[in-house]
């Protein structure tokens, strides 16, 4: 009885959720994008400090589709993207699922200014696909997805509403708790807003900069205070790709977690790989946004507590 | 010890040398950056609520409480007298530290009481309990309205609404969690 009223509860989400995937498709057919289908279990997943994959025997569900879709780049595909259920250990709140659904996109020859153009191109089609129009609203406060989106380097967000300047929150390791206390809530509305340029530290697979070498070409996507999408310029440098993901590993170990072996067949496909910008946004906090939901539990059929 | 990742409801936890139970937690996570957890905690010696915020590098070692099924023998004015079941050891609890318990303590009723290094902190209460009813205000015919209710006082003292039909010496089942009648109890 109570599991018939939360499926009538969530109906209008999960049809929300039928429509955008429907609308996402659309898009990137329109756009020459080839949908594609990568395991989703596999040998390594990508070292990274702060996300643990979840092990499948002696493999592991991969936490992104990125590290396939990247060789396939390498391979010659230019325009590819996927919709794909991921898997990230230890991670459950209102806005987390162990088990979630991203949508990634990558495109050889552009860098993450031009990906964040594409972005704005893309909300806008799925909000007109499902017909509300570039005006809707989140948890009470207004948003006009129109072009062109509010740009704001980390350093100015930090600047204009964290307690402490970029700098000095780096040194005290509060970056993440100045973010995502402090400026997250305050992002997004009424105009999306596309925060870029974010410490090297917090972009291991992002290209350096030219001419900032402290900064990497990452953004993120905030939308009425809810984070929605990571996107970058591609580190297309083998070598330096491999010392970052031995920095992540030695973060891992300190931290107590087991290290990931190197991705090697990744770093040989990296030498080859053209110039790129690519972007994982997640799926279910598109549904939440579309569907003005607090929780990403109301906008999937089965939560893990649920099953 | 925890660890950050183990925080949840209703974990104990020593925090600034006394023990606190978290009563509210939220996951929170920045795109690719660490795990935060924002808590709020109630100081389970004061009562006192505070918020925290949680890096997963943080430990915290357990509260040092320590739960022990007890009985409730009787009380002799502001003392709660408690044996506990296994050490047949006998301690006095003050009104304050019994709280609003006191409402529903009958005598030999089985409870869960809650030490901090030895000093009684809380006690948790079966959920449903049944009492006699000591003063009823008589029951008038024909008032037969549902959602009638009246107030009665029952042996320990608690006040509590009940349907017209209960009359005095009968008795009732409390639910100890929200303090409501249940059902009359026939014996």
């Known amino acids: 009885m109570s599991a018939d009223r939360e499926f009538e509860a969530r109906r209008r989400a999960l049809e929300l959720r039928a429509d955008i995937l429907h609308a996402t498709r659309a898009f990137f057919l329109s756009r020459g994008y080839l949908e594609v289908e990568t395991p989703n279990r596999i040998p390594s997943p990508l070292p990274e400090s702060h996300i643990d994959a979840v092990a499948s025997g002696p493999w592991w569900l991969h936490p992104s589709p990125e590290i396939c879709m990247k060789r396939m780049l390498a391979a010659g595909f230019e325009r590819i993207y996927q919709i794909a259920k991921c898997w990230r250990g230890r991670e459950r709140g209102p806005l987390h699922l162990p088990e979630f659904t991203l949508l990634e996109w990558y495109r050889a020859g552009i860098d993450y200014r031009q990906l964040m153009e594409e972005c704005e191109d893309f909300f806008l089609y799925v909000a007109g696909a499902l017909g509300t129009g570039p005006a809707i609203s989140y948890r009470g406060r207004p948003i006009d997805l129109a072009k062109p989106w509010e740009r704001l380097p980390v350093a100015d967000a930090f600047a204009r509403y964290g307690s402490v300047p970029l700098e000095k929150a780096l040194a005290q390791d509060r970056f993440e708790e100045v973010l995502a206390l402090e400026i997250e809530p305050r992002l997004g509305s009424p105009k999306p807003t596309l925060l870029f340029d974010y410490p090297l530290a917090f972009g291991s697979l992002a290209r350096r900069k030219a001419g900032e070498p402290a900064a990497a070409e990452r953004f993120e996507i905030y939308i009425g205070g809810l984070e929605l999408a990571n996107g970058f310029t591609e580190l297309t440098d083998a070598g330096e790709q491999r010392g970052r993901f031995e920095r992540e590993n030695e973060l891992r170990m300190r931290r107590g977690r087991q290290p990931y072996p190197m991705p090697e067949a990744f770093l040989q496909d990296l030498s080859r790989m053209p110039e790129a910008a690519g972007i994982a946004v997640g799926v279910d906090r598109v549904v939440m946004l579309f569907a003005d939901a607090s929780a990403i539990d109301e906008v999937v059929a089965f939560t893990p507590e649920e099953l | ?187």
């Open chain 2, 1 to 187: 010890m925890y660890s950050a990742s183990d925080l949840r409801k209703n974990l104990r936890i020593m925090l600034d040398d006394d023990p606190y139970i978290v009563v509210d937690f939220q996951f929170v996570k920045p795109g690719k950056g660490q795990s935060l957890y924002r808590c709020k905690l109630r100081n389970m010696l004061t009562g006192s609520q505070v918020d925290r915020t949680f890096r997963e590098v943080d430990t915290f070692q357990p509260a040092e409480t320590e739960e022990k099924n007890m009985q409730f023998l009787y009380r002799e004015g502001d003392a709660f007298h408690f044996m506990d079941n296994e050490s047949y050891e006998q301690i006095a609890l003050t009104a304050e530290q019994v709280g609003d318990a006191k409402n529903f303590l009958i005598e030999n009723m089985e409870c869960k009481v809650l030490l901090f290094r030895d000093r009684p902190i809380d006690i948790t209460l079966p959920n449903f309990v049944d009492v006699m009813v000591t003063e009823a205000p008589p029951w008038i015919k024909g008032d037969t309205v549902s959602g009638n209710y009246k107030p009665v006082i029952v042996e320990t003292g608690y006040k509590v609404s009940v349907p017209p039909f209960i009359e005095q010496g009968e008795k009732i089942r409390i639910d100890t969690r929200t303090g409501e009648y249940l059902t009359r109890v026939k014996e």
